[in-house]
Nanobody, 123 residues
Framework: VQLVESGGGSAQPGGSLRLACAAS????????IGWFRQAPGKEREGVSR????????FYTDSVKGRFTISKDNAKNTVYLQMNNLNPEDTAVYYC?????????????????WGQGTQVTVSS
């Protein structure tokens, strides 16, 4: 089982980035996929998640209306479109997979993790 994130980089405030999480060794159908982020000196926090069964989504309040999570079953990939970025979005972003269709918010509830991708928002 492997998760590989890509798409991180630098953006100016108000800009956009799209992160991708490519899964291998399992299919998304019966997993929850979550995006988490960790800023320097802060705990890792949940940003968004999507159900592999019915594509039900969740967003933390700070990204609602700006971030969109989606999945492409054919590519076994989950995306996080991030618009209207601000410096507070600067962090390492991780995707994670949970081996159940029950949603969860805590990092310990996820079974597999990617290596992370850096997102930096500055002018």
């Amino acid at each position: 089982v492997q998760l590989v994130e890509s798409g991180g980089g630098s953006a100016q405030p108000g800009g956009s980035l799209r992160l991708a999480c490519a899964a291998s060794g399992f299919t998304l159908d019966y997993y929850y996929i979550g995006w988490f982020r960790q800023a320097p000196g802060k705990e890792r926090e949940g940003v968004s998640r999507i159900s592999g069964v019915d594509s039900d989504t969740f967003y933390t309040d700070s990204v609602k209306g700006r971030f969109t999570i989606s999945k492409d079953n054919a590519k076994n990939t989950v995306y996080l479109q991030m618009n209207n970025l601000n410096p507070e979005d600067t962090a390492v972003y991780y995707c994670a997979a949970r081996r159940t269709i029950v949603p969860a918010d805590k990092t310990y509830q996820y079974d597999y993790w990617g290596q992370g991708t850096q997102v930096t928002v500055s002018s």
